[in-house]
């Protein structure tokens, strides 16, 4: 299945029990928990209605998938990974995807997140896109990560509190100092991740590279329904990224899973 036919399938799944009012009305409230009321994500707030799961499969998902495809085919060496991809926070797979499409030879995805509906989702958008990968019901800032080639944390960091985005910032470190690649990807709004410059130093001692991003795009037609409906407006896809290539011998492939 093409990206084009994930699309209608995540229509069809999520438009059967809502109306597409609903899920405008749901996604309004989304973009401000998201903004706004940033205080509320760490109780699972973002994904509490069937509204707001559906408005981040439709909308975020999709718009997620196309932004880390984007950064992913200009950051030198984050097409050719050559190895399994863990996705930290997956949600509904969207960011995994969107980098493992990118990808010369589309890695194995081990897709890890607490919620799950999200894994259950990303589990379909592997399927449906015909990836190779698993997710399954994961706490990334307690349970043992998989073994990966690389590491992808995508507007992951932000929905943890100061207390345990430390946790995965230094376990993401450990996997960047053992020669994995490590890719996270915020907002680009610096009032969402004022902690960014600070919390990246680490990474940049390290050879990691920062970036800000801008994309024009053409935003696929459900997508620019909604956003227009929401009143968003979404002209171009940002973000900020920091990349860590790593070593590219399979030698250096991290082995230790906690
Ligand atoms: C904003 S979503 C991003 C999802 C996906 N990475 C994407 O870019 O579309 C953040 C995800 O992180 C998950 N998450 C937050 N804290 C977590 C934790 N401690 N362990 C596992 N997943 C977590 C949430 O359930 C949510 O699916």
Redesign the pocket.
């Known amino acids: 299945m093409d990206f084009l036919s994930w699309l209608t399938a995540l229509e069809s799944r999520h438009l059967a029990d809502l109306r597409f009012p609903e899920v405008t009305k749901a996604l309004r409230a989304l973009s401000s928990t998201?903004v706004e009321r940033r205080g509320r994500l760490?109780e699972?707030a973002?994904?509490a209605s069937a509204g707001k799961r559906a408005a981040?499969a439709l909308f975020?998902?999709p718009l997620?998938a196309i932004l880390?495809r984007a950064i992913a085919t200009e950051l030198p060496g984050a097409t050719a990974i050559g190895g399994p991809l863990a996705?930290?926070?997956?949600?509904?797979g969207?960011?995994?995807v969107g980098w493992a499409m990118a990808c010369e030879h589309p890695p194995i995805l081990h897709g890890?997140?607490?919620?799950p509906w999200?894994v259950t989702e990303a589990n379909l958008t592997y399927r449906e896109l015909g990836l190779r990968g698993r997710a399954a019901v994961?706490?990334?800032?307690?349970d043992p990560l998989p073994v990966g080639r690389a590491y992808?944390?995508?507007?992951?960091l932000?929905?943890?509190g100061g207390e345990?985005r430390p946790i995965?910032l230094s376990r993401l470190l450990d996997r960047a100092q053992r020669g994995a690649a490590v890719l996270i990807?915020e907002p680009l709004a610096t009032r969402v991740a004022p902690w960014w410059s600070r919390e990246m130093a680490p990474f940049r001692a390290l050879g990691g590279r920062l970036d800000e991003w801008r994309f024009a795009c053409a935003l696929p037609p459900l997508v620019a329904k909604l956003d227009r409906a929401a009143g968003l407006r979404h002209t171009e896809l940002t973000g900020r990224s920091m990349w860590i290539a790593g070593a590219s011998t399979s030698a250096a492939t991290p082995t230790a899973s906690s």
């Open positions: 998201y760490g699972g973002a994904l981040f975020y998902g997620h880390l996705d930290l926070g997956c949600g509904t969207a960011a995994g890890l997140d607490r919620h999200a994961a706490d990334i800032t307690r992808l944390a995508a507007f992951t932000n929905e943890l345990t995965l990807v």
